[in-house]
């Protein structure tokens, strides 16, 4: 069993960046790859960027490719979005994902409660 917490959420001016963390209790997060997700107002949830458990393996959505960077340290169970160059409709909750996946962009099995991200215009 992995719970997931995510943070650092917030409001952001076009342009700006943020970086926003999943924090995991259990044991076996290390193990497990993991993924962020987000769903905007009105649309269903969308893959963002993927991470496998060893980090040497990302996927990122195309629409977020050279602006959005997936790292984790599993010494402090934590993984991470960094977000750059954001645009007003990168405006989300973001959601962090972990499990034993197969294809990293879905099949995970822990989620956290999600984050708000807003970036004004």
């Known amino acids: 069993q992995v719970q997931l917490v995510e943070s650092g959420g917030g409001l952001v001016q076009a342009g700006g960046s943020l970086r926003i963390s999943c924090a995991a209790s259990?044991?076996?997060?290390?193990?497990?790859?993991m993924g962020w997700f987000r769903q905007a107002p009105g649309k269903e949830r969308e893959f963002v960027a993927g991470l496998s458990w060893s980090g040497s393996l990302s996927e990122y959505a195309d629409s977020v490719k050279g602006r959005f960077t997936i790292s984790r340290d599993n010494a402090k169970n934590t993984g991470y979005l960094q977000m750059n160059s954001l645009k007003p409709e990168d405006t989300a909750v973001y959601y962090c994902a972990a499990g034993p996946t197969v294809i990293l962009a879905r099949g995970y099995r822990y989620w956290g409660q999600g984050t708000q991200v807003t970036v004004s215009s």
């Open positions: 259990g044991r076996t997060f290390s193990n497990y790859n």
